[in-house]
């Protein structure tokens, strides 16, 4: 009796050994579920707050100053956190994101006052007509920063915008009405200087800085029309017609965009 008594408690000691461990066990299995649905829910967040500062750019109006905006935000991407990259964030773990891509349609003659393209450089395209910034390194901006950079420098950002704003008035225009008692020249210089709070001119004739004469159409005249494109890019719109995504991170890759024709 006393050891059919040992055997009873014997074995009811290893039945709520194996509750206690499937208990245990049926814990631990909706413990990793739980953490599984909590990183999937913070993965898919991270996703979306990713995407939405792109997704802001998917609309048919995107202004070139947008447009220059996104792609360093692209570029600066590219850098950081994908395989274009240095390919570790900053606590050392490898990262595996596809790095982004932009391209647009633009025909430069588009920007220029007289069809003559001075400031984007064909080189930079990779086709006709469109740009492609996929790397980490924007060639688009580096191509024209220098140039840009220098003539805000000599000209003043604002002068440059007025002298842009009347570049008609000022160049274009060969049938100017003289006031009484001026030349054609003199009401050039005279818009020019109106319009100039920098760079003024006594003449139509101007001295380069190598020493050569020259006419305000051959120097000023250029550098004018060089920031005149600049300024059009910016003012120019733009159509998003195309977002794709990465089908394993649900990632913005790419963007398309091309010209709709309009300026503001």
């Known amino acids: ?34 953490q599984e649905t909590g990183t999937g829910n913070t993965r898919t967040a991270q996703v979306t707050e990713f ?26 991407y590219n850098r950081r956190q994908t395989t274009e990259g240095t390919g570790s964030n900053d606590a050392g773990q490898d990262l595996a994101y596809m790095p982004m891509e932009v391209n647009f349609t633009i025909d430069i003659t588009q920007l220029s006052a007289d069809g003559t393209n001075r400031l984007f450089l064909r080189n930079i395209q990779t086709s006709a007509n469109t740009y492609t910034v996929n790397k980490n390194e924007n060639k688009f901006e580096n191509s024209i920063k220098e140039k840009i950079d220098d003539l805000e420098k000599a000209y003043g950002q604002d002068s440059l915008t007025n002298l842009t704003t009347n570049l008609t008035k000022i160049f274009k225009d060969k049938d100017l009405a003289p006031e009484p008692g001026s030349t ?11 319009a100039s709070k920098k760079v003024r001119i006594k003449s139509y004739s101007d001295i380069d800085d190598k020493g050569n004469k020259d006419k305000v159409g051959n120097t000023i005249r250029e550098d004018v029309y060089t920031y005149y494109e600049y300024i059009q890019f910016k003012r120019a719109y733009f159509d998003c017609k195309n977002v794709e995504y990465d089908s394993n991170t649900g990632r913005i890759t790419k963007m398309d965009f091309e010209f709709t024709g309009k300026f503001n």
């Not at 006393?2 to 245990?24: C, D, F, P, Q, T």
């Not at 054609?184 to 109106?194: A, G, L």
């Open 1 to 34: 009796m006393e050891n059919a008594s040992k055997a009873l408690i014997m074995a009811g000691s290893v039945l709520i050994a194996l509750m206690i461990i499937g208990a245990l066990v049926l814990m631990f299995g909706n413990l990793t579920s739980y």
């Open 51 to 76: 995407n939405n500062q792109f997704e802001t750019y998917n609309r048919d109006d995107v202004r070139g100053s947008d447009l220059y905006s996104l792609l360093n935000k692209v570029i600066d």
């Open 184 to 194: 054609e020249e003199q009401v050039i210089v005279k818009n020019f200087n109106e």
